[in-house]
């Protein structure tokens, strides 16, 4: 069956406001979207770039912890305040923000406010595990998707599909990709995050211009308030409520939990995209071993890699 023909047999999907073909979630202000759109950036500002559920929250904190030499978001504060999402709170309140500017986008490259003067950080996460963590996502924000009681088996076809808030996976990574070897952007992965927190953090604060190296206290309590631990507290600081029963916000925090997600068929499918739409990128390379494991999976055969973070 066509997968448009499967998206269309679906008793439910999610809710979405559109923007002609984009959609958003709904609640956002169009005229906060219209106006992101047309923001221009300062020299100076600081782009957190990413699809949903890719590691944006972790980045923006580890941000806002270098730029607060290591002390946290305080229980009573929002993240979003210091680094708003620009397409759900509109140009101004990133214009009203003090200078240098920190800001959250999930635009694709081509919608998303650029200029050669301010820098992107791009962070991107296997799509095994992005779906997964946005079915989640989405089906504990009634209000911006009312799709609480929406399967997997039916958000997976949305997905597939790029029918979703921000659009198509891997139109957006293929967006963003063109500025791979631009010196305004650093490109890290969720997975590499994981693996070597330690690494990522100094990445990212040479990147912010900070030297973190030679500031052992703040880099331990970097790494110390960014971990998913500290960050699994007190998440009022980076999500509304959500109803009884759902999953956290920072939920699992791991690599691999597709597999207690997806049928074989799923998988085959997602797997038939990764390596049409990958190909020409260094992803098919750093998740050669994700990808493997799903090789594995189909053939019925046990997993071999584990969480990268396990908690
Ligand atoms: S959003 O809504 O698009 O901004 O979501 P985003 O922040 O990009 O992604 C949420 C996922 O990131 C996980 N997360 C973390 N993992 C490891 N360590 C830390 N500190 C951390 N903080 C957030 C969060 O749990 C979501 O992934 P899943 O797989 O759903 O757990």
Redesign the pocket.
């Known amino acids: 069956m066509l997968p448009g023909a499967r998206l269309r047999l679906m008793a439910l999907k999610p809710s979405y406001t559109w923007h002609d073909t984009f959609a958003m979630p709904m609640g956002f202000p169009p005229s906060a979207f219209k106006s992101a759109l047309e923001y221009e950036p300062a020299p100076g500002d600081f782009f957190i770039a990413?699809y949903?559920?890719?590691?944006?929250?972790?980045a923006q904190?580890i941000v806002y912890l270098i730029a607060h030499r290591g002390v946290p978001v305080p229980a009573t504060a929002s993240l979003g305040a210091t680094i708003p999402h620009i397409e759900e709170v509109g140009a101004q309140a990133a214009r009203d923000l003090v200078p240098p500017r920190t800001i959250k986008t999930?635009l694709p490259f081509a919608m998303a406010p650029y200029s050669e003067h301010a820098r992107y950080l791009h962070i991107t996460r296997n799509p095994f595990?992005c779906a997964?963590?946005f079915y989640?996502?989405t089906r504990g924000f009634p209000q911006h998707y009312n799709f609480t009681d929406g399967t997997f088996e039916e958000y997976f076809e949305c997905f597939l599909a790029g029918e979703v808030d921000f659009g198509d996976y891997f139109d957006h990574l293929a967006s963003w990709y063109t500025l791979e070897n631009a010196a305004n952007c650093l490109f890290l992965t969720?997975e590499g995050m994981?693996t070597d927190p330690k690494a990522a953090v100094l990445a990212i604060g040479e990147f912010m211009g900070a030297d973190l190296i030679n500031d052992e206290a703040v880099l331990t309590a970097v790494l110390k308030h960014?971990?998913?631990a500290?960050?699994s507290k007190d998440q009022q600081r980076w999500a509304s409520q959500r109803p009884d029963g759902m999953p956290a916000?920072?939920?699992?925090?791991?690599t691999g939990?597709w597999r207690n997600h997806f049928s074989p068929e799923q998988a085959a499918r997602l797997l038939e995209k990764c390596e049409r739409r990958l190909s020409s990128t260094k992803y098919v390379e750093q998740w050669s071993q994700l990808f493997d494991d799903v090789r594995r999976f189909l053939r019925g055969d046990g997993a071999t890699t584990r969480g990268t973070?396990e908690h």
């Open positions: 990413t949903p559920k890719c590691g944006t929250t972790w904190h999930h595990d997964v963590s989640h996502h969720y994981s960014s971990s998913f500290s960050m916000f920072v939920r699992k925090g791991r939990d973070n």
